[in-house]
């Protein structure tokens, strides 16, 4: 039997002890996370949540050395910070190789979108959280990491009348201006392409669609494209074509 297959199976025997028989697709994808990352169960790199695979930030930062990452540096983003509310915004930028453009990801964190066994912790688990967006962006892990769910992450929506805004428009019951405003308003005044804007939202945020990422991370996309725009619309744009060239990619 061959290394990648001793891998494979060892996994498959640990996930069957930890979680019961594996349905065909979480099989398949468990082989997949395995053969491309080295990702192992036994070692706590991989969790089953809710019939979905979740990668942890120990199995993030080990794929990380396994891969010779360079260096990973983190910023706190104080004009998004309420430090009296515990609400932190991280920056962090995972650099694979010396000398080359790094990979940037956000993480916020809260009371509201954290469990209670990390209360008062909000700090570190929004510069993890930051932490693991920028490793899988850089290493193109397309699961979620554990670290970055919710207090709740598979609970429904909360009731429609505790909001003042419609689902997608991360918006809070404060009456702020919502966020989605703001980003057409810039959308509108450099003349940008709204579907790449997305595109480029998503990948900032570290998810599938903009409309999953918490407002704290669409607040630090708008504050970011603006400067972007005002600094440099040419390059911006160049940036945002990329994405174009990326989805034909992978279609």
């Keep these: 039997m061959g290394i990648k297959q001793s891998r494979c199976h060892r996994n498959c025997q640990a996930a069957r002890f930890y979680w019961g028989k594996l349905e065909r697709g979480l099989r398949h994808q468990l082989i997949t996370l395995t053969n491309r990352y080295g990702l192992s169960v036994c070692a706590g790199d991989l969790k089953l949540l809710s019939g979905r695979w979740y990668v942890t930030h120990s199995g993030l930062l080990g794929?990380?050395?396994?891969?010779?990452?360079?260096?990973?540096?983190?910023y706190i983003v104080r004009g998004l910070c309420e430090p009296h509310a515990w609400r932190w915004v991280f920056r962090a930028t995972v650099y694979t190789h010396p000398g080359?453009?790094?990979?940037?990801g956000y993480g916020d964190a809260d009371p509201s979108n954290t469990s209670a066994l990390v209360r008062g912790a909000e700090l570190r688990v929004a510069e993890t959280r930051a932490v693991n967006r920028a490793l899988r962006k850089a290493y193109g892990i397309g699961i979620c990491s554990v670290e970055e769910l919710g207090s709740q992450p598979f609970s429904v929506e909360p009731p429609q009348h505790r909001r003042t805004d419609p689902p997608n428009g991360n918006g809070l019951a404060t009456g702020q201006p919502r966020l989605r405003d703001k980003l057409c308003l810039l959308i509108r005044k450099y003349e940008l392409d709204p579907t790449l804007v997305k595109r480029y939202a998503a990948d900032f945020c570290g998810t599938e669609a903009l409309r999953d990422a918490g407002r704290d991370l669409v607040e630090a996309f708008i504050s970011t494209l603006a400067e972007e725009a005002a600094k440099d619309r040419a390059a911006l744009i160049c940036k945002l074509n990329s994405y174009n060239q990326l989805e034909e990619v992978k279609s």
Excluded at 63 to 74: D, H, P
């Design 63 to 74: 794929l990380a050395r396994r891969k010779r990452c360079s260096g990973i540096k983190t």
């Design 100 to 104: 080359t453009p790094g990979f940037t």
